[in-house]
């Protein structure tokens, strides 16, 4: 499975980052808001994002799964892959993750499924793409159910869409990132990677506030600096603040 490295860093590499106070687990494709820095989650709660992998059909299923696992299971559904708390929780929820995705590649995907041979067939009712969703939503309901865990499910914080033409979130400063969903529209990870946005005039979006604009002027912005320009410009940030 493609992202297991993404979860089991968390696990085997707790002994090198368990001396923070909060640790941040995330997938590549997302921009960090400034004010992330200073938010503190509140109740020692280990806050994720929001998932858009829930069925009623796997949700019955996963439910299903834990019983079998021996899992505690409390109907909490809708995780996000980001992940914002203690370094202990973080270790605890890959730990159970791990385990949880062991589990579901061998009993319950077949050969074909787990060699992508299916594609997007079964999405979104059951699909081996999302392994990592669904081992970390039979990870959670059980810390949850056996009072290992707090968790808060950050849908205003984390997880806003780099497409949201909005603007309150940016001027009050009320989300901690931005996640780059499937999507053509700007601003699409998929449209950058193909240069889409090449000859983007940077000069258009100077002035709008909006989470589209914020992403389109971070990812064009790192890509026009070379290395240099970017130590530097953090360096004066970092002097300024």
């Keep these: 499975y493609g992202y297991i490295d993404s979860i089991n860093t968390i696990y085997e590499g707790y002994w090198t980052f368990k001396m923070y106070d909060f640790v941040l687990r995330t997938d590549i494709d997302v921009f960090i808001y400034r004010h992330f820095a ?14 858009g992998y829930g069925t009623d059909f796997n949700r019955r299923k996963l439910r299903r799964i834990a019983n079998d696992m021996g899992f ?7 995780m996000g892959s980001t992940w914002y708390g203690s370094p202990y929780d973080g270790y605890l929820v890959a730990n159970q993750t791990l385990y949880g995705m062991l589990w579901l590649a061998q009993y319950e995907f077949a050969m074909p499924e787990r060699e992508s041979k299916l594609g997007t067939l079964m999405w979104p009712e059951w699909h081996y793409g999302v392994l990592l969703l669904y081992g970390q939503h039979l990870a959670l309901n059980h810390l949850v159910g056996i009072n290992q865990i707090r968790i808060i499910i950050g849908h205003n914080l ?3 869409s780099t497409t949201d033409s909005t603007v309150q979130y940016i001027s009050q400063g009320t989300r901690l990132n931005l ?26 979006y100077k002035n709008d506030k909006t989470a589209q604009a914020y992403a389109m002027r971070m990812a064009l912005e790192s890509k026009y600096m070379t290395l240099e320009e970017l130590a530097a410009y953090g360096r004066n940030k970092s002097l300024s603040s």
């Design 158 to 160: 984390l997880d806003q």
């Design 38 to 51: 200073t938010y503190i989650p509140q109740n020692c709660s280990f806050i994720t994002g929001g998932g």
């Design 72 to 78: 505690t299971h409390v109907n909490i559904s809708g």
């Design 179 to 204: 996640h780059c969903w499937h999507t053509d529209l700007p601003f699409s990870k998929f449209a950058f990677k193909m240069g889409k946005y090449n000859q983007t005039e940077l000069e258009k």
